[in-house]
Structure formats: C-alpha cells, structure tokens
C-alpha cells in the first residue's frame, strides 16, 4: 500500500469512528436532495477531534503543496469547510477567504468573504464531495471574481460519475482525502458491514438518484 493509499485507508478509517460517516443499509437516510441513501456523511463532526482535526488539517496541507505548489488564498466553500479551510491557510501562512452558496439578500450582498484580488491563486477547500454542483459554484464565483483556481481538496468524495464530469468540464482538477471505495474496504475488513451488504452499498453509488425507488 503507497502513501496515497494509506491516507485514504485512514481517514475512511477515522470518518467511520467518530461516525461523521455511518453505514445503515438497511434503514436509510434521506437526503435534502430527496435522495435514498444507505451512507451519511457529517465531515463537520471531525472538528470536535483534536486528534482527527489535526490529522485531516495536515494532510490537506500536504495534498496541496504536493499536487498544487504555490498559492495566494485559501478559500473554503461554506459552511461545512469554513473552519477546516481556515485551519489549512493559517498551516500555510496564507490569507483565507469563505465562499456562500449564493450571495448575501442584505449588508454588501457579498457571495465571497475575506479579502481576494483578481488575479491572485486559489485552492478551494471542501469537506465533502457529491454531484459537485455546490462546490463548483464557488469556484465559479472565485472565477468571476478574476482568480485563478488552482483546483480543489477535499476530504471525502463518493465518486459519483456525474460529479466526475462536472469537474471535468468546469476545468477543476480535483482530489481528496479518501473517498468511497476505501471507505467500503475499511467498513468490510472492520465488520462494519457484512459481505452481503457490499453489493448493495455498491449498487446504490451507480444509481444514487433512484436507489430505493418502488419499481
């Protein structure tokens, strides 16, 4: 297993035990989308461990200088990456600035908040990747600010085809963490989940929209 391998093994690892992700096939969540799911995941529960921040703040430190180099802002995509966002520019030495999902209706009707000047290079930080259209809109709004984004890191994809290509056409390069398939290996090799229950976690990330439907 290389470096890159073990990272992923081990955030799946400390995700699942602190239960910021949680596996429950045979009950499943709804999401806001309406979606069925069988996976849950709340990255915003990794804040309240020292140890887990502070494992997941040093690793995104890493990802970036290693994939992105140099840097002028930091930005993170509100609300569930503001603080880990924060905690990797100030790691850095870097300004950092948060992005809304849509700009304010009062005060300055600001969509970004900090201080960026176009022209100046951004990563964006993210806690969790699904379709990717939240998180591509704030690196739309740091584009139409003048910036160049470099890319984004974040902690957890699920690898859904269609966020894949929603990257790829927005031009975003993209990495994470840990993402889906490690975290089933972890749920598996931990008996977190049972063989049988693979499959089914399996099926539901080809087809998440309809997963669950009657037929």
């Known amino acids: 297993m290389n470096y890159i391998e073990e990272r992923a093994y081990k955030t799946a690892e400390h995700l699942l ?3 910021a992700i949680k596996l429950n096939p045979s009950n499943p969540f709804t999401w806001s989308s309406g979606w069925k799911s069988p996976i849950y995941c709340d990255n915003r529960k990794t ?21 992105f180099g140099d840097v ?8 569930g990456a503001i603080a880990l966002g ?4 100030q790691d850095i030495g870097l300004p950092f600035v ?17 201080v960026v000047e176009a022209g100046q290079s951004v990563v964006v930080v993210e806690d969790l990747i699904s379709t990717g259209k939240s998180s591509l809109a ?23 085809p269609q966020a894949e290509k929603a990257f790829q056409e927005a031009k975003c390069k993209l990495y994470t963490l840990s993402s889906y ?7 598996l090799e931990s008996d977190y989940i049972f063989a049988a229950q693979e499959e089914l976690l399996s099926k539901w990330r080809e087809d998440p929209a309809n997963w669950g439907k009657e037929k």
Do not use: W
């Open 181 to 187: 398939p490690y975290l089933i290996k972890h749920a």
């Open 98 to 114: 948060y992005v809304r999902g849509a700009e304010k209706k009062h005060g300055l009707g600001n969509q970004i908040e900090g």
């Open 72 to 79: 002028d802002v930091i930005a993170g995509v509100a609300t």
């Open 86 to 89: 924060a905690l990797v520019a």
């Open 17 to 19: 035990q602190i239960k």
């Open 138 to 160: 704030a690196v739309d709004a740091l584009r139409a600010a003048g910036c160049q984004v470099k890319g984004m890191v974040a902690i957890f994809t699920y690898g859904f």
């Open 47 to 67: 804040l309240s461990y020292p140890q887990i921040r502070t494992y997941l703040r040093q690793e995104m430190v890493k990802l970036i200088e290693e994939e």
